[in-house]
């Protein structure tokens, strides 16, 4: 059994789905991924010792969203996470628990496609906010926040882990 299978064994992390609807050109970015075997996603709920949460802002996000990305070949998806924490926020997050996998179906014009975004609980102790923030300018910002701003991607999945 693959660690995702594994994953949906256990009874502390939740299961959820979700439909997203995408404009014709990202639905066919995200179909060349998920057939090129890359339909796995991770994203992080990093805290600090405050109890405070780090969101980015990224160039395909209206709002602040948690900090992840694509897992790739041959990474696990707690090496996943790590990476993207680090690449998106400059932090080292050490990697407490996996809190949910989302099963993902993205739609356009009656078609779908679907993969699973999985989101790890992590903390930090140095909470200093790299410069260079993602790949290809893809991260605009990167900031702590004591609650779960409006304008958040994903809201009510934050929310539950606050």
């Known amino acids: ?6 994953l949906g064994d256990r009874n502390d992390v ?6 997203i609807p ?14 090129a075997g890359n339909d796995r ?20 996000s209206d709002g602040w969203v948690l900090p992840g990305g694509d897992v ?3 990474e696990s998806l707690r090496e996943a996470v790590v990476r993207e924490v680090r690449e998106e926020t400059g932090l080292d997050a050490t990697v407490e628990r996996p809190l949910e996998v989302v099963e993902q179906t993205f739609a356009w014009d009656g078609a779908t496609v679907s993969g699973h ?6 903390r930090c102790d140095d909470t200093s906010l790299g410069d260079d923030l993602g790949r290809d300018d893809e991260i605009a910002d990167a900031t702590w926040f ?17």
């Open 41 to 60: 996603w991770v994203g992080a709920f990093v805290r600090d010792d405050d109890g405070r949460i780090v969101l980015v802002q990224n160039r395909w």
């Open 72 to 74: 790739e070949r041959d």
């Open 1 to 6: 059994m693959d660690e995702l299978g594994q």
């Open 14 to 19: 939740a299961r959820s789905e979700e439909t």
């Open 22 to 35: 995408l404009d014709a050109e990202k639905f066919e970015t995200v179909c060349e991924n998920v057939e």
């Open 117 to 122: 975004f999985v989101v790890f609980e992590a």
């Open 146 to 162: 004591d609650s779960v701003p409006e304008e958040c991607e994903h809201r009510s999945l934050v929310a539950r882990y606050f």
